[in-house]
Nanobody, 128 residues
Framework: QVQLQESGPGLVKPSQMLSLTCTVS??????????WSWIRQPPGKGLEWMGAIAYDGITYYSPSLKSRTSISRDNAKNTVYLQMNNLKPEDTAIYYC????????????????????WGKGTLVTASS
């Protein structure tokens, strides 16, 4: 059973960088053809796909967040990372790590966000 666990700081000051970790167990992040996504949900709003890293290491980003977001991985640690620069109060959200078989960006962020695996999420508050 694949399990995903997000971790990171709960509070980040505006303009600072957010760094989150998704630790994966029960399966490898290099397994064909899985894509490992970061998805967030601001308070009172819907889910927003932020980006993903595919099994082959290729990254994909939401156009609206691409300039501030970076997704990377450590194969040895079976871990996926999210970094977001210049954090804003509107970035306050629950951040989820999720995975599904997806061979292109359209499939990764298809409406409905039907994923095979989800982490429990971690709340990040951007506030001074």
């Amino acid at each position: 059973q694949v399990q995903l666990q997000e971790s990171g700081p709960g509070l980040v000051k505006p303009s600072q960088m957010l760094s989150l970790t998704c630790t994966v167990s029960g399966g490898s992040i290099t397994t064909r053809y899985y894509a490992w996504s970061w998805i967030r949900q601001p308070p009172g709003k819907g889910l927003e796909w932020m980006g993903a890293i595919a099994y082959d290491g290729i990254t994909y980003y939401s156009p609206s967040l691409k300039s501030r977001t970076s997704i990377s991985r450590d194969n040895a640690k079976n871990t996926v990372y999210l970094q977001m620069n210049n954090l804003k109060p509107e970035d306050t959200a629950i951040y989820y790590c999720a995975a599904k078989v997806a061979i292109n960006m359209q499939a990764m962020c298809a409406p409905g966000y039907v994923m095979s695996y989800w982490g429990k999420g971690t709340l990040v508050t951007a506030s001074s």
